[in-house]
């Protein structure tokens, strides 16, 4: 991978990870159009650490609020409770079924046909009956639930953020809430996968050829981020995500053809 093709696919990372499109199934999808080959989940985990630290530069007063109200405030206190349960079933989920996971992330036909359901969750979205609840009425049951939508995610081509936020909506959360405990809620998973693949990144650190181009999409991601935040964010609100829907599906078309017809 030159140092083009990994500013393309951090950008990529960047830009879709807070989108209901599955940021790692374009990194998949990408990586097969680009001829781009990266063993493993090394590549897409650190580009993850990239989007990790935009959500926490994005989100950093509430962060500090979070912790800073875990000793006097009882409703961080439990917040802070509830997004422990809710990383629970993700972590065991990802322990237990990593070799599952990882060969699926040499899989772009896997990642075509899991964007078709993906604009089915989109969809879902707009479609659930919103309720009221806010943090003070969360349960751990709700956490534990919305923590195993999140688990399923870690399939390339499955939205996490529109999996988590379907998964809140259908608890009851109110929309705000919702948005707030999936971006949240995504903070100990890509930090705990980063961990989970601390040797394999250290290994890549020992070679300059892997190590300049992985650095350079991380930044990128983080970068790129940022700015797509916002614009999920707003695109939430208004409830206008049946487009993506539209767009998940075609794209999803364009990779099982071409992976079907790579085979002949």
């Not at 953020?161 to 707030?180: C, E, F, P, V």
């Not at 989970?196 to 930044?219: R, V």
Request: proline share 3%; net charge positive; hydrophobic share 55%.
């Amino acid at each position: 991978m030159n140092y083009l093709e990994a500013a393309i696919l951090g950008l990529l990372q960047g830009l879709t990870e807070f989108l209901p499109v599955s940021s790692s199934g374009h990194l998949v999808i990408a990586q097969f159009f680009l001829g781009v080959k990266q063993p493993g989940v090394t590549f897409e985990v650190m580009v993850h650490f990239g989007t990790l630290m935009s959500i926490i530069w994005v989100f950093r007063k509430d962060l500090l609020e979070l912790l800073g109200g875990f000793i006097s405030k009882s409703e961080q206190k439990k917040l802070l409770l509830l997004l422990i349960m809710g990383t629970i079933p993700t972590g065991l989920m990802g322990i237990l079924f990593k070799p599952f996971f990882t060969q699926l992330f040499d899989k772009p036909f896997v990642a075509g046909i899991m964007l078709f359901i993906t604009g089915f969750i989109v969809l879902a979205i707009t479609r659930v009956k919103i309720m009221n609840k806010g943090v003070e009425n969360i349960g751990i049951k709700d956490a534990v639930i919305i923590g195993i939508f999140q688990g399923i995610a870690i399939i390339p081509g499955i939205t996490r953020s529109g999996t988590t936020i379907l998964g809140a909506l259908w608890r009851g959360l109110n929309k705000d809430t919702a948005i707030k405990y999936s971006f949240f809620l995504a903070l100990p998973a890509i930090a705990g996968a980063t961990l989970l693949e601390i040797k394999d990144l250290l290994k890549i650190g020992e070679n300059a050829e892997f190590l300049g181009p992985n650095i350079l999409a991380t930044f990128i991601a983080f970068i790129s981020g940022v700015f797509a935040i916002t614009v999920f964010v707003n695109l939430l609100k208004k409830g206008k995500f049946y487009y993506i829907a539209y767009y998940c599906w075609a794209i999803g078309v364009l990779t099982v053809t071409a992976s079907i017809y790579s085979v002949f």
